[in-house]
């Protein structure tokens, strides 16, 4: 069970995947407030939150 979300950030022409295990019910919440917000809430470190792979290019 759960709520999984995985959002992928790009920066300077790579991708980078990220998981969280209960983000799924507040994706728009952490899109509306735009891009530099949305990317300072999905890289922060912390519980549920994990980078997977390696950056992929673009």
């Not at 979300?5 to 509306?32: C, I, K, M, P, T």
């Amino acid at each position: 069970m759960g709520a999984r979300a995985q959002y992928a950030v790009v920066e300077n022409g790579a991708w980078q995947r990220y998981f969280s295990h209960w983000a799924a019910g507040r994706v728009v919440d952490d899109l509306l407030p735009g891009p530099a917000a949305t990317r300072c809430c999905v890289c922060r470190t912390g519980p549920g939150m994990a980078r997977l792979g390696r950056p992929l290019r673009a």
